[in-house]
């Protein structure tokens, strides 16, 4: 074995079909509840600002109800870093966020962006958070998260997941460095049952992020089934 790797998944989509009708139903907090059971060691939420799938209450209940660590993806702004420190989630993930995208489409631009994000992630590390940055595999944005303090980076793989040429090793590259200038390393979007495994089998990274497909899947088998297969290809990768 090359060390035990950490899924967390996120429920941001349990939140949207609830959304698509109104009401109570399907809850999150269940969903997230049930991702703990079924072998998930965190749970990640990303309250977004035009609020489209997550809301304020959601987080609020999950900080109360979850036994596990509560990942709260946020976009770089006062109101999110404010929402973040009144809720004091184990870990916030900072995020690039544009409100006509329908998903986060690539990393956000630590290098380019340092000045305005190093208040926010000071704050945030100050108030005991875990902060990572959720950024493009590449030396420039590893090295700006780690001149930021951000203790980790969770690299963006949807362009591996799309099949861009040369992605996987310029990945593994990526985590590789990172580890080496002592930053831990994560990594998510776009994983499924058929492209994890040579993501999950790079040994310098700690922990996978998995929502969509995982939510996605559990409309045919089950969350509970979704989750243990992903975390069984995810253990077979390390083995």
């Not at 049930?34 to 990303?46: K, N, V």
């Not at 209940?61 to 184990?90: G, S, V």
Request: negative net charge.
């Amino acid at each position: 074995m090359t060390g035990t790797l950490r899924l967390g998944v996120n429920i941001d989509h349990v939140a949207t079909v609830r959304n698509a009708r109104g009401g109570d139903n399907p809850d999150p907090v269940r969903a997230a509840i049930l991702a703990a059971e079924a072998g998930a060691d965190g749970i990640t939420a990303h309250l977004r600002e035009d609020r489209r799938h997550i809301s304020d209450d959601d987080i609020e209940r999950l900080t109360k109800a979850l036994t596990i660590p509560l990942n709260l993806e946020m976009a770089a702004t006062d109101e999110m870093a404010a929402i973040a420190l009144k809720a004091r989630p184990h870990a916030a993930c900072i995020v690039p966020e544009k409100r006509e995208e329908r998903t986060t489409e690539g990393g956000i631009d630590a290098a380019g962006q340092h000045n305005r994000l190093a208040p926010i992630v000071g704050a945030l590390v100050k108030a005991n958070i875990r902060v990572s940055m959720f950024i493009e595999p590449s030396k420039a944005q590893l090295d700006a998260s780690k001149a930021l303090g951000a203790p980790v980076v969770e690299l963006h793989t949807g362009a591996y997941a799309h099949g861009a040429e040369g992605e996987l090793e310029r990945i593994r590259a990526a985590a590789d460095y990172g580890a080496s200038i002592g930053l831990e390393v994560h990594a998510g979007h776009g994983l499924t049952f058929d492209n994890v495994k040579p993501i999950a089998a790079i040994p310098q990274i700690k922990e996978l992020n998995i929502g969509h497909f995982l939510i996605g899947e559990a409309i045919y088998i089950g969350l509970e089934a979704s989750i243990r297969r992903m975390r069984a290809l995810m253990d077979e990768a390390r083995a």
